[in-house]
């Protein structure tokens, strides 16, 4: 089968910077593609890379939708090389939403409501945020903070206001995006420990340090989950086969094949906890869908992040 084949890059704007370990995230850029079959059926999909997390640039997505032209085949999709992660998953949901157009798979959002963790703002702004957040969604809910942004003993003493402050039916997720030193993180495990109100501390260390963070995972009660670690399924692979029996983390607009990602979580069941990158809601249906398949179904998917942009509102 040969598909008519179209695409169009996008520009979302935050209502403010999202502040991260790696910097300042003002805009997310990404790209709709569309596949259309004989009888005129299409297929949307969506390649959001973040190149700073392991994936390949919007510069190389959007040479290979140029070099493609305007005809795709299932063998031209299942070609895409594994260095092009967010292209692999962009055009296999595209593929696969096509396929199960007659099943009306875009009707996916109405069956349930899911359960999220909601992203927080790094620093004191934490303090405020949380209580707009909660205001807006019941209890309980899961809330994300992203540490590793200000000096550890700011975030620190932000912290245990913070907990004074949060209800109980709250789970609190701390996201280090690969930030900090040994020293910082075992302060960090020694203070969880004692509070015990935290989920998971997400990537504490770069992803380089997995070796230390499997010895950490071990000698602490506060799980360590992985996400800079696993961004690709390559890596994901490798980090199961090195031992990680922790949480992980997966983006799966970033992971690369849908396919093969699912494949590989049916023959070994990991704790998984299914997260955004930002995208439109075109590829934040196709990764929830996985993640209703294969995410662990006792934690909140990552998906709480539609309050920070402009023009969309959470589901």
């Known amino acids: 089968m040969i598909y008519s084949f179209n695409y169009h890059p996008y520009k979302r704007h935050f209502r403010k910077p999202l502040n991260t370990s790696h910097g300042l995230w003002r805009i997310r850029e990404g790209i709709i593609i569309s596949l259309k079959d004989d009888r ?11 190149p700073w997390f392991g994936s390949e640039t919007l510069e190389q997505g959007l040479n290979l939708c140029h070099k493609l032209g305007e005809k795709v085949t299932k063998e031209d999709i299942d070609q895409i090389s594994d260095r092009l992660p967010a292209c692999q998953f962009g055009f296999e949901s595209a593929l696969e939403s096509l396929l199960s157009w007659e099943q009306n798979s875009r009707s996916f959002f109405n069956e349930r409501k899911m359960k999220y963790s909601y992203l927080l703002p790094a620093g ?6 949380w209580e707009k957040i909660s205001q807006q969604y019941p209890l309980p809910i899961t809330l994300k903070w992203k540490i590793g942004v200000y000096p550890l003993d700011v975030e620190i003493e932000i912290f245990r206001q913070l907990s004074q402050v949060l209800p109980s039916e709250v ?3 701390l996201d280090a995006n690969g930030g900090l030193k040994l020293s910082q993180i075992q302060h960090w495990l020694d203070i969880t420990d004692k509070m015990g109100n935290v989920e998971f501390i997400e990537q504490p260390l770069p992803p380089q340090e997995l070796e230390i963070m499997l010895g950490l995972n071990q000698n602490y009660m506060t799980p360590l989950a992985l996400d800079e670690s696993v961004a690709t399924l390559k890596q ?9 029996k922790g949480i992980y983390v997966i983006k799966a607009a970033i992971a690369g094949s849908p396919r093969r990602l699912r494949q590989f979580i049916l023959q070994n069941p990991i704790d998984a906890v299914f997260s955004s990158v930002l995208e439109t809601k075109i590829g934040r249906e196709s990764a929830i869908k996985l993640a209703k398949e294969l995410s662990n179904p006792e934690r909140a998917l990552g998906f709480g992040v539609n309050h920070w942009f402009i023009e969309e509102k959470e589901e």
């Open 40 to 50: 005129g059926k299409i297929g949307w999909g969506e390649i959001a890379p973040i």
């Open 171 to 173: 789970k609190l997720r």
């Open 124 to 129: 004191k702004e934490v303090l405020a945020a």
């Open 236 to 244: 994901l692979e490798d980090a199961y086969h090195r031992g990680w």
